[in-house]
């Protein structure tokens, strides 16, 4: 019994900071309707920020918040304008972001193989291998901090959400676009907003998975493929689903991993998946499509 | 002048084809004034080409004197033109009271804002007892009374309302347009998209009857009441009893 709340701890712990990743994915889709397949990519991009300045200039990795942080919210905003308007409007504008952000991802990882090649990487920070005990049960100190950092960030863009001007447009945005657009929001404006913040919390994540799962360029997909696993089964574009979402399956997949071994551990994502989309589609704090 | 001034606008969807085709009209300030015409005449598409969600291909719309036209919809909002959607498009997971004071979002002064949503409670009393209920679990009436609500949190000096008894049950249709009466009667200028031709006509002044996308005639709206021939020819249906366009969503 105690192992197994020993494993569940261990889950929660990573489940926030999965929490954090898929927060700006399902806040790209909910604002903007776009599935943004390059997520991960740019969390690995950060990644790499992350890691020279530890390497180089001796930053711890949750200093270099303060620098992947704004960091990306200013390439998100650019990345933003400079792709998305072009395509606004289309018919197809959800298949054609899939194809974009997917473009978008291959770019990414070919520039950071370029550039950074092949090898793992990983922040080494001195307590990334440290626990504290309590009782029966230990705690590793790097995830407990980055789990509370992520809880800490993600308590921040509930509050911008909810208590802000600008927060109420944005949640205006994401539940009927049209009629933020009829009360006077500049969805244009809020959108390149959001983009940026979820941006933001991938350059977030990237620092606090930089010592937490060793990376390469091509990592990404198994970050992005677990991140969409995630905030399907919360709901796409629901934040309060991605967050649920991410410590049901963090704890779901420490619970497989204990059981079964490790390398059933991916397939927990997968599986989860497949059973929300045959029970409830919509996710659990989803919406159904409205037709027309 | 003119409030707002139409001159051979052409608009359309995305690619697709023209559905207005060079449409003139003018709208005076204070009265209130009935679009009507057979589904796919361009009704909403109208509206939606002054409110700034379309972009009019071709030619020129005036607010008082000045070219709005292809304006963002939120300045045009600030203009003053404000538009209440067929699917009234309130925000679902808010409450009445948040959506309320979303429709005052261009409006910065918190005072204002509350006063006017005094003035609203007093026209809506049914919103004020909803005023914490989700707006997504309220029924059709009610919600289309938040929409005209929302809009009046504005305090629009152009008004455009589609079709606000599409879906609703007759007696409550019949409250919707009791309230459309007391905005004429509090000379509000209104642009009115109306499927019952019949009640659109008796709370307006003037109506245009578009079809194909063309302006085939306007004329004082207790004229075209009274016309036999228009009435043959245009309103034939109502009187065989179906509502030209009732219960059919696609309406553009």
Redesign the interface.
Known sequence: MSHLIQVIILGLLLGGVYALMASGLTLMFGVMRIVNLAHGAFIIAACYVAFFLFRDLGWDPFVSLAVTMPLFFLLGMGVYRALFPRIE???RFGEMTVLLTFALALIVEGLLSYVFTGTFRSTDPSYATDAVRIGDFFIPTAQFYSSITSVVLLVALWAFLYFT?TG??V??TM??R?????????V?RVSTLSFGIGMALAGASGSLISFLFPFFPARHWQWIAILLALIVLGGLGSLKGAVVGALLLAVAAGVVSDRFGPTWSPMTFFGALFLILLIRPQGLFGHKARV? | MALLELQDVTSGYGYGPDILNGISLSVESGRAYCIIGPNGAGKSTLLKTVAGLLRPRRGQILLDGEPIGGRRPDLVLDSGICYVPQDRSLFPEMSVRENLVMGAFLEPDRGVVSERMGRVFEMFPVLKDRVNQRAGTMSGGEQQMLALGRALMIEPRLLMIDEPSLGLAPQVAEQIFDIIRKLRELEMTLLLVEQNVLKGLACTNWAFLLDLGELRLEAASDEILDDPRIRELYLGRQRAGSQPGAGIGDDT
């Open positions: 409007g289309s018919p001007r109420y447009a949640r205006a539940q009927n049209t009629a933020a657009q009829i009360v006077g929001v500049n244009r027309g």
